[in-house]
């Protein structure tokens, strides 16, 4: 029997050294049914402080070497389908780091265009499952990705951006897969709602690949989380004035903090449970904008 691909061995970002480079990493332009061309999109992202922006039309590569990055780093990507099996819904895949020759095929199978992808070099991201209207049946057998969309600012105009539920629903059936925030920008009113925050080990296009491979990142909304981790055994959060936070693990468990009245929390510390295998941690600000780490296996006790 053929081994199944691996998920990502996740890296924590708070416990290695590296650059944070705010990432957009599902984009689209004038080649799809984006609003504005290649250059005028790079623009827009390089003028707000972005370092990493993946051009990612519908069945369409974009040569970015023929384009100015404006000082950020561009990564070439596709953005293409496949149906369930069942024919009722269809899976997005974000292929990202692809070859300029690659050949994108809607008609491939989910697994067929993940090979296709990891073949040329390239790795896959599962875009917006809510809004695609996945289930746990149709997102638990795929093998080979290494991160999907926890949230997608441009799935909120039907109210389905956020995905934390489809998230949690894999992290219980034991796939530890990361989950990165993004635009999916069409039109104006998409830009900068949700970003991922990479944690590369050099300012570079191999060092923001090698984070987005590793899960070495988190994926933010507003809130800045400065470290996520365990210290003399004990978890430890540290973020921006958050008005929430909280520690997710399987299934029941897990713990929520809330600030009281006007005040604000920017640190929290705790022994992790014994029945918390895992924990990823979401912080809520005063307006409601979440961020969200990668899950962190927690250490066995007894």
Known sequence: MQELPRDPVIVNPFDVE?????????????????????????????????????????????????????????????????QTADKFAYYHIVNLNVPQDFNPKNQNTIEEQIKLTTDAGGMVILGHPYWCGLTIREMEPVRGIVAFEVENSTCRNIGKGTSSVHWDDMLAAGRMLPAVAVDDVHGDRDLYGAWTMLKAKSPDLAGAIEAIRTGCYYASCGPVIQYVGLRDGKLLIECSPAREI??????????????????????????????????????????GRRAWTNPLIMPKKG
Not at 254 to 274: F, I, M, Q
Not at 278 to 283: A, D, H, L, P, S
Request: glycine share 8%.
């Open 246 to 287: 909280r520690i997710m693990s399987r299934h029941s468990t897990g713990r929520w903090v809330k600030a009281d009245c006007c005040d604000s929390l920017t640190r929290y510390e705790c022994e992790p449970r014994g029945d918390w295998p895992y924990v990823r941690i979401e912080i809520v600000d005063a307006q």
């Open 18 to 82: 590296g650059e944070w480079l705010k990432a957009n990493l599902h984009t689209h332009t004038t080649v799809s049914d984006g609003s504005v061309p290649p250059q005028e999109r790079i623009g827009q992202y390089a003028r707000e402080g972005y370092r990493v922006l993946a051009l990612t039309d519908h069945n369409a590569v974009v040569d970015v070497d023929a384009l100015d990055p404006m000082g950020m780093i561009l990564i070439r990507g596709v953005e293409t389908t496949a």
